[in-house]
């Protein structure tokens, strides 16, 4: 069974760098290599939204509130990617998705909170 696991979230100050990471479990290599993979984070009374992605060759995109603050990154050889968060703020509080599409497939992750205290 494919599922995306996520892990590094939790109670964070204010200007922390915590790194989200997100794990492909019981992906084969030639299925989860072409993958794009992206982050999402859903803040309380809001709408899911796109934080940063990154496609199947490596090119990454980013939301403009997050930009210069967050790296996506992803290592095929462990089939996970990784959002490093610099100079987080009280609006980055939310729960942060992970997500793995192509053209006929989408997965997502079951989600991990991260809460920044002032």
């Known amino acids: 069974q494919k599922r995306l696991v996520e892990s590094g979230g939790g109670l964070v100050q204010a200007g922390g760098s915590p790194r989200l990471r997100c794990r492909g479990s019981g992906f084969i290599t030639s299925v989860f290599n072409p993958l794009h993979m992206a982050w999402y984070r859903q803040a309380p009374g809001k709408q899911r939204e796109l934080v940063a992605t990154?496609?199947?060759?490596?090119?990454?995109t980013y939301a403009d509130s997050v930009k210069g603050r967050f790296t996506i990154s992803r290592d095929n050889s462990v089939k996970t990617i990784y959002l490093r968060m610099n100079s987080l703020n009280l609006e980055d509080t939310a729960i942060y998705y992970c997500?793995?599409?192509?053209?006929?497939?989408?997965?997502w992750g079951q989600g991990t909170q991260v809460t920044v205290s002032s």
């Open positions: 990154v496609s199947n060759s490596g090119t990454t």
């Open positions: 997500n793995a599409h192509d053209s006929q497939n989408n997965y």
